[in-house]
């Protein structure tokens, strides 16, 4: 069983930044690409960009990927999220994910295992 715990969220101002991590129990974290989504209210769960197993790819949402940046550190079975110049629109539960298919799918039905999600507000 895997389990995947979020932390990092939090209350910032729009303009600001913030790090949220996911970290991974089990062995086998190098051997799969993780991705985050997240979801705000009212909406579906929206795909934010995902890393591969090997940490050499990355894919993000069009409309992020200026923004955002995905990276790993497996020797601590993390992944993380940075998140710059905020907007209030970021605003929503981020979730990361365990991709079972290896293809950096937006897809959520692609992916096996999912953290509780961690809440990040900003403040316009």
């Known amino acids: 069983q895997v389990q995947l715990v979020e932390s990092g969220g939090g209350l910032v101002q729009a303009g600001g930044s913030l790090r949220l991590s996911c970290a991974a129990s089990?062995?086998?974290?190098?051997?799969?690409?993780m991705a985050w989504f997240r979801q705000a209210p009212g909406k579906e769960r929206e795909f934010v960009g995902a890393?591969?197993?090997?940490?050499?790819?990355?894919k993000y949402t069009d409309s992020l990927k200026a923004r955002f940046t995905i990276s790993r550190d497996d020797a601590k079975n993390t992944v993380y999220l940075q998140m710059n110049s905020l907007k209030a629109e970021d605003t929503a539960v981020y979730y990361c994910?365990?991709?079972?298919?290896?293809?950096?799918?937006?897809?959520?039905?692609?992916?096996?295992?999912w953290g509780q999600g961690t809440q990040v507000t900003v403040s316009s």
């Open positions: 994910a365990r991709d079972r298919v290896d293809f950096l799918s937006p897809n959520p039905f692609d992916y096996d295992y």
């Open positions: 089990g062995r086998t974290f190098g051997m799969y690409a």
């Open positions: 890393i591969s197993w090997s940490g050499r790819s990355t």
